[in-house]
């Protein structure tokens, strides 16, 4: 059965600290995986990942992908309030279909 | 650039009341989905649909029903509305790339 693991469930941290988010996965024909930021409504995009060990970096967020370990990160340097949000981590398509697999999320808390 | 649409925004039912989420996309994408959030949780695929007239379940579809009669339209329907369909819905849209999604349904069912 396809599945996306992400840990920490949660994470309260003070502002400046960094943070790494966690995503493993075990899908059918892995096509790339997603880096989303859900704030009070709908999940905004970060990054897709599809290549082992290339890094995406927008600003101070950046992810990496392990297809042999089936692993991705995602690292947020000197946090800021505005960075409390759930982050989902998603992966697709599966069985031959554009269809993504979510994770719980991560849901990071950043104190002032 | 109008995106995903869905609408209501929120919604109240009662018990064994039916209702439809509308969702429209301008984007001319071919897969359309459905996801339910719960409170803490991530996103459960409902149903999906990778073209007009074509429609699959996803991992939780009991409960709901789909059409995808135009390739921007793709409605969700509650029949029989229970309290369990309490839930944040999403509708969302791609093509080869990252999916769009529209800006939620909150739905409580009493």
């Known amino acids: 059965e396809d599945k996306v693991v992400q840990s920490p469930l949660s994470l309260v941290v003070h502002e400046g600290d960094t943070v790494t988010l966690n995503c493993s996965y075990e899908?059918?024909?892995?096509?790339?995986l997603l880096w989303y930021k859900q704030e009070k409504k709908a999940p905004t995009f970060l990054f897709m990942l599809?290549?082992?060990?290339i890094e995406k970096k927008s600003g101070r967020l950046s992810s990496i992908l392990d297809k042999k370990e089936l692993f991705s990160i995602l690292n947020i340097t000197a946090t800021q309030t505005g960075d409390s949000a759930i982050y989902l981590c998603?992966?697709?398509?599966?069985?031959?279909?554009?269809?993504?697999?979510f994770g719980t999320g991560t849901r990071l808390k950043v104190l002032a | 650039n109008a995106g995903v649409t869905q609408t209501p925004k929120f919604r109240i039912l009662k018990i064994g009341q039916s209702m439809t989420l509308q969702c429209t996309q301008d984007?001319?994408?071919?897969?359309m989905y459905w996801y339910r959030q719960d409170p803490g949780m991530g996103l459960k695929l409902i149903y999906y649909?990778?073209?007009?007239?074509?429609?699959d379940k996803g991992e939780v579809p009991n409960g709901y029903n789909v059409s995808r009669s135009t390739t921007e339209d793709f409605p969700l329907r509650l029949e029989l509305a229970a309290p369990s369909q309490t839930s944040v819905y999403f509708c969302?849209?791609?093509?080869?790339?990252?999916?769009?999604f529209g800006q939620g349904t909150r739905l409580t069912v009493v």
């Open positions: 998603a992966v697709g398509p599966t069985s031959g279909t554009y269809k993504y697999i």
């Open positions: 899908v059918t024909n892995f096509r790339s």
């Open positions: 599809t290549s082992s060990g």
């Open positions: 984007m001319n994408h071919n897969y």
């Open positions: 649909s990778v073209g007009a007239g074509i429609t």
């Open positions: 969302a849209s791609n093509e080869v790339t990252e999916a769009f």
